[in-house]
């Protein structure tokens, strides 16, 4: 099932209560970090490491208020790590092969070059259904209602002393 669109894209009219429900609902699921202004390694023809995007979904997933994945996803996002390692692989190996290509067409065929690319899109395709299984697409997230932090209230002592001396005669 599709999920719904966020509240900045709905065109309809709310309550002004049930707007602020889902204005709400929508800031659970957004991180702390925002993106950063930096390229990412996999534009700069290297090697990702599965370590490096372990790390960095961690970090992600310890901003959320909301647990959305457990220890028994720990299988599922090493795997998706380790599928960024290999497409970033495929992709160095791609760009080689159409440099090669480029400079010598007989040095390697199309169908090498074809062969290798196909691969790379199915390792695409794959890693962005893993990513909606992580809840790491817009489209996993829309529609998800996680539960909230519980917020400890702290008395303060002078707070309580002004609220006796307003509720004196």
Excluded: W
């Excluded at 190996?93 to 065929?109: A, E, G, H, K, T």
């Amino acid at each position: 099932m599709r999920g719904g669109k966020p509240i900045g894209l709905k065109t309809a009219q709310y309550t002004k209560a049930k707007k602020e429900r889902m204005t709400e609902n929508e800031n659970a699921m957004l991180p702390d970090t925002d993106l950063p202004m930096n390229a990412p390694s996999f534009f700069e023809n290297k090697i990702i490491k599965p370590e490096t995007v372990y790390k960095r979904l961690m970090r992600l997933y310890n901003q959320l208020d909301a647990i959305i994945i457990t220890a028994l996803d720990r299988d599922l996002i090493v795997n998706y790590c380790k599928m960024i390692e290999e497409s970033s692989e495929l992709n160095i190996l791609r760009r080689q092969l159409f440099d090669m290509y480029s400079n010598d067409p007989d040095s390697v065929s199309l169908s090498d070059l074809l062969a290798i690319d196909a691969r790379h899109d199915r390792k695409v395709s794959l890693i962005n259904t893993f990513a909606h299984s992580l809840y790491l697409t817009p489209r996993a997230r829309a529609g998800v209602v996680p539960d909230k932090k519980e917020i400890k209230i702290v008395n303060d002592p002078f707070e309580d002393l002004l609220n006796d001396l307003e509720s004196r005669p």
